[in-house]
């Protein structure tokens, strides 16, 4: 399969996906009206292209040979370009993904995994921070990958914010047809007031916690023992007065996120270990200590569902690594205005879902060859084959060798001054 993929340059790619998909349909003026460019197709691509791999208008207009200018990209990225318009076009990507018959291989779109990727910024900076885990200065693309490969939703956050406080907004602001359940994260992507929440939210809350052997499971009243498992638990019970007391707050809180009149971050970040007296804390602890053993008890007894969660963290994690490789330009984020740092993220999410989509189209046309020729395709085998295939990209285009002979180098300083007018 991987022998028969063609080699694809990028920006035949991103101008492959433009015309097929028409993704480039979002960006304009904030007018409205039409783009007074001419080729704005092209022209979009190009903005994808260089925000995405992060190597900025200078250097793609050295490379373009003024074909275009630096003023001319950066005026596409700064006035015809928002993040609300490039994740709109990144949402028409995605459904246009949804559509193939391969991503039914890889998965039903049911489950995404949350996680963050460093990258590097500028120390004056309002987002940046140095944290000991990632060993480094800078924010976090925190993103949501579906369990087929495709990324729903990017976002900037700081390094030292615990992750969990955003894993719930990138499911409410998922605008595509990709509408998942259920969520697995690591250790950072969970909390006692995240579990709650998001149980009234109706998703499924699946994390891989480190040392999970270490948590408190919690017991249904204090009276009751089980058997086989009792040593798990501890002394401490769920409080169900305090939950049925605050039960109408809770469901009022949840909708009020429902219907985007307050944000889940703010909400998670009111929420945190500093809120104990807080009434409405308490009860969505308390939630979570239900949720949370017994999300607790099912790792423990379902193998099938841990190698559910190792296998779409799995994916999470190579998704980062297929846009950390497309963001060759650097890995550094030269910008100090959060609105922008929002977009590079958001540019490069674009850039990735448009190769994941076009590989997708290219092992579709792989394996209908393959049957062709009387060969049988084992739609298992072919589960295992990721879009996120990095040698079939190149990533530079095509360098052309000029054996032209040059012309003669000038090799003398020739300094003196020279007479206007002669006398």
């Given amino acids: 399969m991987h022998d028969r993929l ?43 292209f260089t925000y995405g791999t992060l190597l900025g208008p200078a250097q793609v207009a050295a490379h373009m040979r003024g074909k275009v200018s630096a003023a001319e990209l950066a005026r596409g990225a700064n006035q015809h370009a928002t993040s609300e318009k490039v994740a709109k076009a990144s949402t028409t990507v995605i459904n246009a993904f949804n559509q193939l018959d391969i991503t039914s291989v890889w998965g039903d779109g049911k489950t995404v995994a949350a996680d963050g990727s460093q990258v590097e910024t500028w120390e004056n900076n309002l987002l940046a921070e140095s944290h000991i885990r990632y060993g480094g200065y800078g924010g976090l693309a925190y993103r949501h990958i579906s369990n087929t490969y495709v990324a729903l939703f990017s976002h900037f956050i700081p390094c030292g914010v615990w992750e969990a406080v955003y894993i719930i907004e990138g499911l409410l602001k998922n605008a595509s047809e990709i509408q998942p359940d259920t969520i697995h994260a690591d250790t950072q992507g969970q909390s006692l007031p ?164 076009s590989t997708a189209c290219d092992i579709t046309d792989a394996a209908n060859a393959i049957a062709a020729e009387g060969r049988p395709v084992d739609a298992d085998d072919l589960a295992t084959i990721s879009p996120c295939i990095t040698h079939v990209i190149r990533r530079f285009g095509n360098w052309i060798l000029n054996l032209t002979p040059p012309a003669a180098a000038p090799t003398h300083l020739d300094l003196e001054s020279r007479v206007l007018f002669a006398p």
């Fill in 194 to 357: 995240v579990f709650g929440l998001a149980a009234l939210l109706g998703f499924d809350l699946l994390p891989r916690i480190r040392n999970w052997h270490d948590l408190i499971f919690y017991r249904p009243s204090p009276e009751a023992t089980y058997q086989h498992i009792d040593s798990l638990f501890g002394e401490e019970a769920i409080d169900w007065r305090l939950i049925e007391t605050h039960w109408s707050d809770l469901l009022r809180t949840a909708i009020s996120i429902r219907q985007n009149r307050i944000s889940s971050v703010t909400l998670l970040r009111r929420l945190g270990n500093h809120s104990r007296k807080n009434r409405l804390y308490r009860a969505f602890r308390e939630l979570g200590r239900a949720v949370r053993t017994i999300t607790l008890l099912r790792y423990l007894s379902d193998p099938d569902l841990r190698e559910q969660i190792t296998q779409v963290t799995n994916r999470n994690e190579a998704f980062h690594g297929f846009a950390d490789w497309l963001m060759f330009g650097g890995k550094l984020i030269g910008h100090n205005d959060p609105d922008y740092q929002e977009k590079i993220i958001k540019f490069n999410e674009l850039l990735a879902n448009c190769v994941i989509y």
């Fill in 6 to 48: 063609p080699q694809r340059d990028l920006l035949d790619i991103l101008t492959r996906t433009a015309y097929q998909l028409g993704w480039h349909h979002h960006f304009g003026p904030a007018s409205g009206s039409d783009p007074k460019i001419s080729e704005a197709l092209g022209r979009y691509v190009l903005t994808v």
